[in-house]
């Protein structure tokens, strides 16, 4: 245990989520609780204004793999469809496919580029803040966001939601899971691992304590079968091959790979032809993550008020 100059445990050396003292973690840049595994960033967390996808109005209205799943996981858990609150909803995909499901959608983007595309081209309602004039939310999702977060802004995030909450309402949180048997397994290599731009590393024990100082506890983990082979996938790729997330890169950003028509040409068969070879492996791997969700590559929960 460290302690600071006075001989007293200082406040840095201590779990933000539990208080129990922290080590080095499980990659460089990051601590790690003895007690609940939280991984925070060393120094200080702050929301980034991130582009996690293309800004293209035909790709949004064309929908995804992706948005299929999540729209899965909203429908086995929402209980009303009134109002659907989006934190971190990008350039507004998610929104945009569940318009018809909800009486009213609106979304939270720190992005300024991302929140006007959202509004001039899709006709969104997209704030820089949890508004708090919604008050009935039917439900909430956080897809990919809090680990951008502080531990002060969750906080802060998730008081405006439970104040604007009822019995009805859930709250889908999805995060890389640091308690993750990928994780450990490739360290800096699992295709969510990303020091710049994610202060917070959850497991799924600081991920419910967090929700539960918000006012939230767990009504059911959901296994989402896309995020879990695709981790999988990913994470073999990166031990063998590089450059690292190419096929993320490729398949769920869009974004072109750097180099000749034909270094891309070559990149793209070379990462398929590895990708179907550990295909195979990699939904074996997601029946281990079935089991036990827990250590699945990705954390996705569904909570409620707290009693
Ligand atoms: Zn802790």
Not at 120 to 136: I, K, Q, T
Not at 171 to 176: A, Q
Not at 257 to 281: E, I, Y
């Amino acid at each position: 245990m460290r302690t600071s100059g006075d001989g007293c445990l200082s406040a840095r050396d201590e779990c933000g989520v539990c208080g129990a003292p922290r080590d080095a973690g499980r990659t460089v840049g990051y601590d790690r609780c003895r007690d609940c595994g939280h991984e925070a960033r060393r120094g200080a967390g702050s929301a980034i204004p991130m582009i996690n996808e293309l800004l293209d109005a035909a790709a949004v209205r064309r929908g995804s793999v992706l948005g299929a799943f999540r729209a899965r996981a909203a429908a086995s858990c929402a209980v009303e469809g009134d109002t659907l609150l989006d934190v971190g909803c990008g350039a507004g995909a998610f929104l945009y496919a569940q318009r018809d499901r909800f009486r009213r959608v609106v979304g939270v983007e720190v992005s300024p580029s991302s929140r006007d595309f959202a509004r001039r081209e899709l006709g969104l309602r997209v704030e820089p803040a949890v508004p708090s004039d919604l008050s009935s939310l039917s439900l909430v999702t956080f897809w990919h966001s809090l680990e951008h977060l502080s531990l002060e802004q969750i906080g802060d995030a998730l008081a405006r939601v439970r104040a604007q909450s009822s019995s009805a309402t859930r709250v889908i949180v999805s995060v890389p899971n640091a308690g993750s048997a990928l994780y450990r397994l490739v360290g800096e290599r699992y295709p969510y691992f990303d020091l710049d731009e994610h202060p917070q590393q959850f497991t799924a024990d600081s991920l419910d304590r967090v929700m539960a100082r918000g006012g939230f506890a767990v009504d059911r983990r959901l296994f989402v079968l896309d995020y879990a082979a695709f981790g999988y996938l990913q994470g073999l790729l990166n031990c063998v091959a590089s450059p690292r997330n190419h096929l993320y890169g490729r398949l769920k950003r869009g974004a072109p790979a750097a180099g000749s028509a034909v270094r891309r040409a070559a990149r793209d068969v070379g990462h398929g032809a590895l990708a179907a070879a550990f295909l195979p492996a990699a939904l074996a791997l997601c029946l281990h993550d079935r089991a036990r969700a827990a250590k699945g590559a990705v954390l996705t929960v569904c909570y409620r008020l707290a009693p």
